[in-house]
């Protein structure tokens, strides 16, 4: 994978280069399907010619002048985003920010049906970012260890479309912060939308009790333990739910962000779990559970996360990193417009836990039936909550 970056990189900047020296009177016609000569994007609303960054989406053309413009790009996202450094950190952000651009055109080079452009993360580099925003525990195969079996879903009806946000069985989206309780996040989601089913009432419930008192470790894995803000399992997390007996409110026990204490109330336990199924990672039945079980707590591969601002992600090239950021399945949809072809693309519908500010309205979109690149690499940790009656 990062001999597959350095070469993109190199690529990307040297016809970016040719472009600009090319004469604007030879009417130069660059051909919009070709996501290596021109690719044409809306970019952030918020720039003019008077200085104003547009932090917006790459264009593969703009790769040298993103870096001959670096600094001042770097000084409108410290303005933008209010990011306070001292002198020394001021220069080893901006080195990182420099590096980030470059991400953003490879990222954008590998992963053409989606948007990729200046986050709120550019001054991260790809350690801090994972330490700080992520936080599923690297165990690939996790799902398989725990929960109960469950039976194949017939697949031949579901509705072309689907979004549980629309029934009203999704909060709003939250914000872990700079704490890798991506995890947590995962099954609370979960745990909401199967109370929703259950009883019509959406409820939203509490990440901190997960992290400041959940310490469950896999059954078979010993040193795979939930740890806070340090990560964790959803499964693990299942499986603490049901031996505490349930879980507070989100007003009960609000969010800090940080590890702390355990203040866990039993008198206040609003939802209880009595078990969690595993499903096959297969796009059919992921779908089916989707539909007849609520919201999925599942594991995805991030790689392309930290640049994303819209579009369907539906990478060239696959990353062989594995699993590390818990979200939330809450939809599908079957016609997802990819501006750089103008095809549309299947899609899954993701909550993430990273504000509303970042992505489309704090949601990512990725493509299914991509093959190896698809949801069964990006996607293989999926499960399901089941509340006691």
Same mark, same amino acid.
């Given at each position: 994978?990062?001999?597959?970056?350095?070469?993109?990189?190199?690529?990307?900047?040297g016809?970016s280069?040719?472009?600009?020296?090319?004469?604007?009177?030879?009417?130069?016609?660059?051909?919009?399907?070709?996501?290596?000569?021109?690719?044409?994007?809306?970019?952030q609303?918020?720039?003019?010619?008077?200085?104003?960054?547009e932090l917006?989406?790459?264009?593969?053309?703009?790769?040298?002048?993103?870096?001959?413009d670096a600094?001042?790009?770097?000084?409108?996202?410290?303005?933008?985003?209010?990011?306070?450094?001292?002198?020394?950190?001021?220069?080893?952000?901006?080195?990182?920010?420099?590096?980030?651009?470059?991400?953003?055109v490879?990222?954008?080079?590998?992963?053409?049906?989606a948007?990729?452009?200046?986050?709120?993360?550019?001054?991260?580099?790809?350690?801090?970012?994972?330490?700080?925003?992520?936080?599923?525990?690297?165990?690939?195969?996790?799902?398989?260890?725990?929960?109960?079996? @469950?039976?194949?879903?017939?697949?031949?009806?579901?509705?072309?479309?689907?979004?549980?946000?629309?029934?009203?069985?999704?909060?709003e989206?939250?914000?872990?912060?700079?704490?890798?309780?991506?995890?947590?996040?995962?099954?609370?989601?979960?745990?909401?939308?199967?109370?929703?089913?259950?009883?019509?009432?959406?409820?939203?419930?509490?990440?901190q009790?997960?992290?400041?008192?959940?310490?469950?470790?896999?059954?078979?894995?010993?040193?795979?333990?939930?740890?806070?803000?340090n990560?964790?399992?959803m499964?693990?997390?299942?499986?603490?739910?049901?031996?505490?007996?349930?879980?507070?409110?989100?007003?009960?026990?609000p969010?800090?962000?940080?590890d702390?204490?355990?203040?866990?109330?039993?008198?206040?336990?609003?939802?209880?779990?009595?078990?969690?199924?595993?499903?096959?990672?297969?796009?059919?039945? @992921?779908?089916?559970?989707?539909?007849k079980?609520?919201?999925?707590?599942?594991?995805?591969?991030?790689?392309?996360?930290?640049?994303?601002i819209g579009?369907?992600?539906?990478?060239?090239?696959?990353?062989?990193?594995?699993?590390d950021?818990?979200?939330?399945?809450?939809?599908?949809?079957?016609?997802?417009?990819?501006?750089?072809?103008?095809?549309?693309?299947?899609?899954?519908?993701?909550?993430?836990?990273?504000?509303?500010?970042?992505?489309?309205n704090?949601?990512?979109?990725?493509?299914?039936?991509h093959?190896?690149?698809?949801?069964?690499?990006?996607?293989?940790?999926?499960?399901?909550?089941?509340?006691?009656?």
């Amino acid at each position: 994978m990062e001999n597959t970056r350095t070469w993109v990189t190199v690529l990307l900047v040297g016809l970016s280069m040719v472009a600009m020296a090319l004469p604007a009177a030879a009417g130069t016609d660059f051909n919009s399907d070709d996501p290596l000569i021109s690719q044409v994007i809306d970019r952030q609303a918020g720039g003019g010619g008077d200085g104003d960054d547009e932090l917006g989406s790459a264009n593969f053309l703009d790769a040298a002048s993103l870096m001959l413009d670096a600094e001042l790009h770097f000084k409108n996202f410290v303005r933008k985003y209010n990011k306070v450094y001292g002198s020394v950190e001021f220069a080893k952000r901006l080195a990182i920010f420099k590096d980030n651009l470059l991400r953003v055109v490879e990222n954008q080079a590998l992963d053409p049906e989606a948007q990729h452009g200046i986050t709120p993360f550019m001054d991260l580099s790809e350690e801090e970012f994972a330490g700080r925003y992520l936080g599923l525990l690297n165990q690939p195969d996790f799902v398989t260890r725990s929960g109960k079996e @469950i039976p194949s879903l017939p697949t031949e009806d579901l509705p072309a479309n689907f979004d549980w946000r629309d029934a009203g069985a999704v909060t709003e989206v939250k914000n872990q912060g700079a704490c890798g309780s991506c995890w947590a996040f995962s099954t609370t989601g979960a745990i909401e939308g199967a109370h929703f089913l259950q009883t019509g009432k959406l409820i939203s419930l509490s990440e901190q009790q997960l992290v400041d008192c959940d310490h469950q470790c896999d059954p078979q894995m010993q040193d795979a333990c939930d740890s806070g803000c340090n990560g964790g399992l959803m499964t693990n997390a299942y499986e603490y739910v049901i031996k505490a007996g349930g879980l507070e409110k989100e007003s009960d026990y609000p969010y800090t962000g940080t590890d702390g204490k355990c203040k866990f109330d039993s008198n206040k336990i609003v939802v209880k779990v009595s078990n969690f199924t595993n499903i096959p990672v297969d796009e059919a039945q @992921i779908a089916a559970n989707l539909v007849k079980h609520g919201p999925l707590a599942v594991g995805i591969n991030a790689a392309f996360m930290q640049t994303y601002i819209g579009g369907v992600s539906c990478p060239i090239i696959c990353s062989k990193k594995r699993l590390d950021h818990g979200v939330l399945l809450v939809g599908y949809g079957d016609h997802g417009l990819a501006p750089l072809r103008l095809k549309y693309k299947p899609y899954w519908i993701i909550k993430n836990s990273w504000g509303a500010s970042w992505g489309e309205n704090g949601y990512y979109k990725i493509c299914r039936g991509h093959g190896e690149c698809g949801v069964n690499t990006m996607v293989s940790s999926v499960a399901a909550a089941f509340l006691e009656s």
